[in-house]
């Protein structure tokens, strides 16, 4: 199996950036598609991106494209998510989660997460 933890969360302004890590151990990264969902304050959790096992394929929410990007460095068991152009909406615990299966935007699908991390953006 594989533990994951993010890291990269915290507070930023409207219009700001921020780019979220997530780091894991155990068995190598590159077995798993990896995904990035979030649950807002009272919300439930929803998808945010995806990436295949190689980073060839990739997803985005509607709410997010055009501003979100994700990637991954299998070499280094990290995938990245980088967030620009930040919105009051976007504030919410970010996860980031693994799958066996080659790509999902199903929060079902995802077997292993880690613990969240954080981002709150003001107005």
């Known amino acids: 199996q594989v533990q994951l933890v993010e890291s990269g969360g915290g507070l930023v302004q409207a219009g700001g950036s921020l780019r979220l890590s997530c780091a894991a151990s155990?068995?190598?990264?590159?077995?798993?598609?990896m995904g990035w969902f979030r649950q807002a304050p009272g919300k439930e959790r929803e998808f945010v991106s995806a990436?295949?096992?190689?980073?060839?394929?990739?997803s985005y929410a509607d709410s997010v494209k055009g501003r979100f990007t994700i990637s991954r460095d299998n070499a280094k068991n990290t995938v990245y998510l980088q967030m620009n152009s930040l919105k009051p909406e976007d504030t919410a615990v970010y996860y980031c989660?693994?799958?066996?299966?080659?790509?999902?935007?199903?929060?079902?699908?995802?077997?292993?997460w880690g613990q969240g991390t954080q981002v709150t953006v003001s107005s």
């Open positions: 990436i295949s096992r190689s980073g060839t394929s990739k």
């Open positions: 989660a693994a799958t066996i299966t080659p790509f999902s935007d199903y929060e079902h699908d995802y077997r292993y």
């Open positions: 155990g068995r190598t990264l590159s077995s798993y598609a």
